[in-house]
């Protein structure tokens, strides 16, 4: 259990695949100008992360060293093409919206790192579980990252998601700035800057959370106590 837990721990987390390996920027800061692309693009990666994971722990006895990477390239690429056909059968708009990042997953360090640093050295539930937990943590951060750059670059939120979950979402956009355009978040150079600032949140959480545990495991006695006024 405490596994599954460091696991989940990193994945969500601590080694973060796009905010602390800094992994699969491309498509991060490509496709995530609103929460529907961003959405699709993670669900697809997700999907590919878990299946490559799976597979390769699957067959790592099996794989001689020199073919291995080659091996695992193609793996990926099959689980790809799965996601491909997948989206240009249920959500072909969505598809050609996304264009070419879809078939770019498979060059996504992220999956082809995980797959050869920890589902080839291990057994199939570690695994697969630490491919859902990365690609959960890649999906969110595109998520997060989406809702940022849609909300103050235009203004809205869930905006087209009718073109992920079909006619059940089409009233689901929420309009929080009327007749609002910030251009600068919906371009790239808007992806750089927010990319940055979910960079730099994390750090300071991360900070402020480790002088929590330092504080918390010094005894009594050391603390420091701050006096703020005299009592009479």
Same mark, same amino acid.
């Given at each position: 259990?405490s596994q599954f837990n460091e696991l989940?721990?990193?994945g969500l987390w601590s080694n973060n ?12 800061? *490509? ?57 240009? *059968?249920?959500? !072909? ?19 082809? =790192? ?16 630490? =491919?859902?937990?990365? =690609? ?5 951060? /595109?998520?997060? /990252?989406? *809702? ?8 809205? /939120? ?6 992920? /979950? ?15 355009? !910030? ?9 750089? !800057? ?34 703020? =006024?005299?009592?009479?």
């Amino acid at each position: 259990m405490s596994q599954f837990n460091e696991l989940t721990r990193n994945g969500l987390w601590s080694n973060n695949p796009a905010l602390v390996q800094l992994l699969g920027l491309c498509p991060l800061l *490509a496709v995530t100008s609103t929460v529907v692309n961003a959405l699709s693009l993670g669900l697809a990666t997700l999907l590919v992360m878990v299946g490559a994971n799976v597979s390769v722990s699957l067959i790592r006895h099996h794989v001689p060293a020199s073919v291995r990477l080659p091996a695992f390239v193609m793996i990926i690429a099959a689980f790809v093409t799965c996601a491909e056909l997948l989206m240009q *059968a249920y959500t !072909f708009r969505l598809y050609q919206i996304l264009g070419i990042f879809i078939p770019l997953i498979v060059t996504n360090c992220a999956i082809l =790192g995980r797959a050869d640093a920890f589902a080839a050295k291990n057994p199939l539930l570690p695994a697969a579980t630490d =491919g859902l937990m990365m =690609g959960l943590g890649f999906a969110a951060v /595109l998520v997060v /990252l989406g *809702a940022v750059r849609e909300l103050f670059g235009q203004g809205t /939120l869930f905006a087209g998601m009718e073109l992920l /979950l079909g006619p059940v979402a089409a009233d689901w956009q929420v309009t929080v700035f009327a007749d609002y355009s !910030f251009l600068f978040l919906v371009l790239p150079p808007g992806a750089f !800057f927010a990319t940055g600032l979910l960079i730099a949140a994390k750090n300071v959480i991360d900070d402020r959370l480790e002088r929590r545990r330092h504080q918390a495991t010094l005894p009594k006695e050391s603390r420091r106590v701050r006096v703020t =006024g005299i009592i009479r």
